[in-house]
């Protein structure tokens, strides 16, 4: 089991910064892929910042928040972080947390955090 527990969401006024953290725990051999979802009330899940591990060889951001987010990790930590600024009101959504990997005895595995709520006030 592949556990992913998410902290840092809040509210924040337009133009703050926050910063999301999500930390992986288990039986984990290897992590390929760390990133963000969010999701919005009555809106699709969508991707807003994906990294490759272990080394951040390469990352993938929205159109959206490129240029105001920043993806980092630590891989001795399994963890991925979130950097969030000038952040807008449009960001306001449930940020979720997904790693892609394989556990010790090789199994696949995709799975997603509970989920951290960013509200952006205007």
């Known amino acids: 089991q592949v556990q992913l527990v998410e902290s840092g969401g809040g509210l924040v006024q337009a133009g703050g910064s926050l910063r999301l953290s999500c930390a992986a725990s288990g039986s984990i051999f290897r992590i390929t892929t760390m990133g963000w979802f969010r999701q919005a009330p009555g809106k699709q899940r969508e991707l807003v910042a994906a990294?490759?591990?272990?080394?951040?060889?390469?990352?993938d951001y929205a159109d959206s928040v490129k240029g105001r987010f920043t993806i980092s990790r630590d891989n001795a930590k399994n963890t991925v972080y979130l950097q969030m600024n000038s952040l807008k009101p449009e960001d306001t959504a449930t940020y979720y947390c997904n790693a892609v990997g394989q556990d010790y005895v090789r199994r696949p595995f995709d799975t997603w955090g509970q989920g951290t709520p960013v509200t952006v006030s205007s």
């Open positions: 990294a490759v591990f272990p080394g951040l060889q390469s990352t």
